[in-house]
C-alpha cells in the first residue's frame, strides 16, 4: 500500500445539522470557514461515502430510546493511528465538540445519542483534552491563529469509553436483539468546530469526520466481526496485498496464479531474477518480475506446452502446495503430523498434494468447513489473507 505523509483540510459534502451546541440552539453549515482542521499522517484517504445513523435521546428515566434513523453523505477522513490533528481558528469565539458515531450491535449502522439537557458529546480544552462541560464551566474558546493538537490517543480513548457507556449500566442496551456486540477499537468521531457570529447572532459550525485506524487503512467491504479481520489487515500493513479500488478488498474475490506470484514475490523483498521465457508472460505484464522470480526458485511451476497460465484460478490444495514450496525455499518448520482422515473429504486430495496439505493443516494454514478440507474449491483473496497471516504466526519464530 502506498503511503504518504500529507496535509489536508477536506471540508463535509453535506455538513450533519444538530443540536450539539453549548447553547442547545439550531447550528447551520458555515458557508465561509472560520477555522481548519489539518491531518498530517502516514497514510490517509477522504473518500465521500453515504452512512446511516440511528438517533437516541433519554427518556425520563435516563435510558437511550430509538428516535429515527438519518442518512448522511460526508467525506471520511481516513488517517493511520499516527496521525496529527491541528485545529485553528481565524476568528474570535470558537470552540471544538466531539461526538463519537458507534456501533456496537455491529448491524453496520451507527449510532449517536442527543440529549441537550445531558450531553454525551465532549468538548475540547485549550490542552487539547476532552471531556463533557461540567454545568456552570466556561466554555473553553480557541485564540485565533493559535494551532491546538487533538491527539488520536485521546479520541481513541474516548471514543471507547462512549462505547462502554452505551453497552452499560442504566443506559438502553443498543445490542438488544440485535446479536452481540461488535468488536470496535476505532469508532468514527465527529468533530465540530463551532462560533457564533455576533453580526447575526446565528449559530454555525463545520463538521469533520475522523476514522483513526491503526497502522493501515482497512477496506470498507472489510469488518471487525469478519473471521479474516486481522489477517486482512496483516497482508495490507505488509504489503503482500493491495486493496483492488475503491476502497474495497472484495475478500471473497478468486485467486489466480499471478496473484499468488505477486504475492510470493512481495513477501520476499521483490528480489530480481532471470527473465522468464513463457510464452503467456510479456515483459509488460504487471506481474511479469514476480513470474520470473516464482520460475527461477521452483515455486510455481508451467505447463509443458509452455505457458505459464497467469489467470487460471488456484484451488486450495494447489495454493498448499505452493506454499510447502515457499516453506522450504524460506527454511521454516516442514512438521507435517496431521491426520487428513478425520476429514469427511480427507480421501478426495490429490496424491501430490497430500504432504503438503498435511502440513498445512498442522500448522493452521488452512481453514475447514463442516469438517471438509475442501481441497478442490477455489481459494478467495481472504482465505490467502489468513493462509499468510497463520504462516507468520505460526512459522514466523523460525526466522
Known amino acids: 500500500m502506498k503511503r504518504y505523509r500529507r496535509w489536508t ?36 484517504d477522504i473518500p465521500e461515502r453515504s452512512i446511516s ?19 448522511y453523505t460526508c467525506k471520511l477522513n481516513r488517517a493511520t493511528r499516527d496521525a496529527g490533528f491541528f485545529i485553528q481558528s481565524s476568528a474570535d469565539q470558537v470552540w471544538v465538540s466531539v ?7 455491529g448491524d453496520g449502522i451507527y449510532e449517536m445519542l442527543e440529549d441537550a439537557d445531558a450531553p454525551i458529546w465532549d ?16 466554555t473553553p474558546f480557541l485564540t485565533s491563529g493559535q494551532p491546538y493538537i487533538l491527539s488520536p490517543d485521546m479520541l481513541i480513548h474516548r471514543s471507547q469509553q462512549a462505547i462502554q457507556s452505551r453497552i452499560t449500566g442504566g443506559s438502553y442496551e443498543l445490542d438488544v436483539g440485535k446479536g452481540s456486540i461488535a468488536r470496535q477499537e476505532f469508532p468514527l468521531c465527529m468533530v465540530k468546530l463551532h462560533r457564533t457570529d455576533p ?14 485506524f491503526d497502522d493501515v487503512l482497512m477496506p470498507f467491504d472489510i469488518s471487525p466481526s ?9 497482508v495490507l500493513s505488509r504489503g503482500y496485498f493491495a486493496g483492488s479500488g475503491s476502497g474495497l478488498f472484495l475478500p471473497n474475490g478468486q485467486l489466480s496464479r499471478a496473484q499468488l506470484a505477486q504475492v510470493l514475490w512481495a513477501m520476499s523483498g521483490s528480489p530480481e531474477a532471470k527473465d522468464t521465457k513463457f510464452s503467456d508472460v510479456a515483459s509488460t505484464d504487471w506481474f511479469y ?17 509452455g505457458i505459464f497460465a497467469p489467470n487460471s484460478l488456484l484451488s486450495r490444495e494447489q495454493l498448499v502446495t505452493i506454499l510447502y514450496r515457499y516453506a522450504q525455499y524460506d527454511g521454516v518448520s516442514l512438521r507435517a503430523n496431521a491426520d487428513l482422515s478425520q476429514y469427511s473429504d480427507g480421501d478426495s486430495i490429490a496424491l501430490w498434494a497430500a504432504e503438503s496439505m498435511r502440513w498445512a493443516v498442522t500448522h493452521g494454514l488452512i481453514s475447514t468447513t463442516d469438517n471438509k478440507l475442501c481441497p478442490s474449491a477455489v481459494v478467495s483473496r481472504a482465505e490467502l489473507a489468513a493462509a499468510l497471516y497463520a504462516y507468520e504466526m505460526n512459522l514466523g519464530l523460525y526466522h
Open 199 to 212: 453580526a447575526d447572532g446565528q449559530d454555525y459550525e463545520q463538521t469533520y469526520y475522523l476514522q483513526i
Open 9 to 44: 483540510a477536506a471540508l463535509l459534502a453535506a455538513a450533519v445539522m444538530s443540536a450539539a451546541s453549548i447553547s442547545y440552539t439550531l447550528a447551520v453549515p458555515a458557508e465561509t470557514p472560520f477555522a481548519e482542521l489539518r491531518i498530517d499522517a502516514a497514510d490517509m
Open 123 to 138: 468538548v475540547m480544552n485549550t490542552q487539547g483534552g476532552l471531556g463533557q462541560l461540567q454545568e456552570g464551566e466556561a
Open 53 to 71: 445513523v440511528d438517533i437516541y435521546h433519554r427518556d425520563e428515566n435516563g435510558q437511550f430510546q430509538a428516535d429515527g434513523t438519518r442518512q
Open 226 to 234: 469478519d473471521w479474516y479481520y486481522d489477517a486482512v489487515g496483516f
Open 289 to 305: 518480475r514476480a513470474v520470473s522470480w516464482c520460475q527461477q526458485e521452483g515455486l510455481i511451476a508451467g505447463y509443458a506446452s
Open 99 to 105: 461526538d463519537y458515531l458507534t456501533d456496537v450491535n
